[in-house]
């Protein structure tokens, strides 16, 4: 599966090249109304990747792994600011890993603002950002399972199931 991360620097060497038009039509909308965003994107990750591999090639890339926060109220927001206010936020558990790393996302923020290198190593280095609510992001690179009882009323009820009932199941 490609991250959302990684399909940004896709799409970003395909726009650099002019090859973006055989994406698809919803690709096409995203890069005609997003194209300064996606190449910020990709540049900033880049550059977080780069600098990831010189000090901390132990840590999770940004590019290949799975966004977790904690379950309190900072780490609910966190994930609603990233998705949007009507995502569902369900409990998990991580039985397999390669890679954890817990990082306060403030710094990638700032760094978005302020190309300032001093902001990537803070965060590489799990530094926390002096907020008042820190609210840190895992990157993990490995497997993660629902652990949440909300999960029971969602594959019973959830959108899917009309896609499911078309086929017949």
Request: hydrophobic share 35%; proline share 5%.
């Amino acid at each position: 599966m490609i991250t959302p991360r990684a399909t940004h620097l896709i799409v970003a060497a395909r726009i650099k090249k002019g090859q973006f038009e055989e994406m698809g039509a919803d690709i096409l909308r995203w890069v005609e109304k997003d194209k300064d965003n996606i190449l910020k994107t990709a540049k900033v990750e880049l550059r977080f990747e780069e600098v990831r591999r010189m000090i901390a090639p132990e840590a999770a890339s940004r590019l290949c792994c799975l966004y977790l926060a904690e379950d309190n109220k900072a780490g609910r927001s966190l994930v609603k600011s990233m998705l949007g206010r009507q995502v569902k936020i369900l409990k998990v558990r991580i039985p397999a890993y390669i890679r954890l790393t817990k990082a306060d996302p403030k710094w990638f923020e700032r760094y978005w603002n302020e190309e300032n290198d001093e902001y990537i190593k803070n965060y590489w280095l799990g530094e926390p950002s002096g907020s008042n609510t820190p609210a840190w992001e895992y990157l993990v690179e490995g497997m993660i399972e629902v652990d949440d009882p909300k999960m029971k009323t969602i594959t019973q009820s959830g959108p899917h199931r009309k896609y499911l009932n078309k086929r017949g199941k």
